[in-house]
């Protein structure tokens, strides 16, 4: 790489910075924020960014927020090169801390047991690493930095789309913490890492009777069993069975009386989902499905389809960008192959639009065993993880630009609010916009409460 030595560099930047990232790690863990409530954390993100020299902008809403490293007009060979985009998540539980640690939460009901407090300190240091690249003249083009609000709601990722954040990228990448795998290695895979997870009600209604003379009217009972035991086995036989696509009920409800045949009944369940394509069919599948079942019964049924978060499909030269760059500064012995998870992760929204990856960064105390999961009122992590997390990110992001110097920049994703004159990364020739002219850097554009 240009005769530099990325590995001694970043070796060199962890000896001079590695103990204020922990500090910063632990200050943002005993001060989370639920999803929307980020004012702090964003604003303590942007006053360090501020004081490298970098110019955040906040997201429309208050929390969350971009900057960008490098690039045009600094370096005008690059301009054609797309941006590598690089993503954190700054948001934290709605649930109490038990762990009793210096840095435990002192805020009740909130607890970063998801890790993103980790997720944000990594992207934070690999900001402040490649802003002393950019400026040595070793970053050959264009990173932006996505540190975005919500994700545990689900719709932080939206904001950023809507605020134009994914303009001129070319590739994403993001790390989510792996309590399941020790400290240093890093799980990789190819295809669907983590899962959609959809929520559907059925209604079902007749004109109800006796149960004497079902023939005479519709027995919705019976038309209820019907769909709540075809419709796992019609999706089995109708969608390919590599995308695990699945339909299970958690509530079934119908009558009052064991002679009356009821006029209405109700079926409410998931459908989990590692499969885009299917993710994307599922709804007009489901529906088709239901309105025949209903209708060789005599009965009527409404289908409610609550789309959640897609499922993560990590695009495949993305992921092997980040395994030969996580080889080139961990060591191949520090890869792994990850199993996918059913649970959700809203990253999945970016990579509807851009190529990217998600990797599993291990958090575990070697030898530990695995007495921490995410989401539980005990979890943490080891804190090396954060330097090895600042590893990986920034030989990403160095290996993904020179790899797509031949590569075209994604077309802004098509939304309405991208037109908006507020969306702070929507102009066409957007640097004096991008960073909100002169409203300094912690002013982002005014809210336009386009959700
Ligand atoms: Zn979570
Ligand atoms: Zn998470």
Redesign the pocket.
Known sequence: MEGNDLPADLDAFLAGHGAEMIGFRRDLHAHPETGYAEHRTTRRVALRLAAAGLRPVILPKGTGLLADIGGPPENPSFAERPVVALRADLDA?PMADEKSVPYRSTVPDACH????DVHTTVLLGTGLFLASQAEAGLLPGRVRLIFQPA??IGTGALDVLAAGGLASVGRIFAL?CDPRLDVGRLGIRSGPITAACDKIVVRVSGPGGHTARPHLTADLVYALGKIVTELPAMLSRRVDPRSSLSLVWGRVSAGSAPNAIPDDGIAEGTVRCLDDEAWHSAPELIKELTDSVAAAYGVTAELTYQRNVPPTVNEPVSAELFSSAAEGVLGADALTHTPQSL?G?DFAWYLESVPGALARLGTRVPGEPGSYD??QPSFDVDERAIGVGIRVMAATALTALWDDSTATAAEPPVRESLTHASAPYAGADTRDARYGGDAGPFRGPSPHGQR
Do not use: I
Request: proline letters at 0%.
């Open positions: 539980l047991a998801c890790g993103h994700e545990e989510h649970g992760e995410l989401h």
